[in-house]
Nanobody, 124 residues
Framework: QVQLVESGGGLVQAGGSLRLSCTASGSTFGRLAMGWFRQAPKKEREWIASISWHSSSKYYADSVNGRFIISRDNAKNTLYLQMNTLRPEDTAVYLC?????????????????WGQGTQVTVSS
């Protein structure tokens, strides 16, 4: 069993940056494909980025491509999301999730492990 805990959220002005972290318990993190999702009030959960267990494959939603960077440090059991040039429409609860299968399956959202989320609020 893997437990995921997000941190790093907060309030930031438009144009600013934040880095989210997702720390995993257990020894299997290094073998999981991981992803970041977000959910804004009254909106469906949205996939935003995925990374393979060996970091060689990364995928981004069009809405964040070029502004957000996903990365991981398997030695630290930690997943990151560097968010730059933030916009008010990026305001949401951000969740990390893990999948024991292919990184291509992460985007579908039916993942094995989920964190509780961290709030990101971008003011205009």
């Amino acid at each position: 069993q893997v437990q995921l805990v997000e941190s790093g959220g907060g309030l930031v002005q438009a144009g600013g940056s934040l880095r989210l972290s997702c720390t995993a318990s257990g020894s299997t993190f290094g073998r999981l494909a991981m992803g970041w999702f977000r959910q804004a009030p009254k909106k469906e959960r949205e996939w935003i980025a995925s990374i393979s267990w060996h970091s060689s494959s990364k995928y981004y939603a069009d809405s964040v491509n070029g502004r957000f960077i996903i990365s991981r440090d398997n030695a630290k059991n930690t997943l990151y999301l560097q968010m730059n040039t933030l916009r008010p429409e990026d305001t949401a609860v951000y969740l990390c999730a893990g999948e024991s299968g292919s990184v291509l399956a992460v985007e579908e959202g039916d993942l094995d492990y989920w964190g509780q989320g961290t709030q990101v609020t971008v003011s205009s």
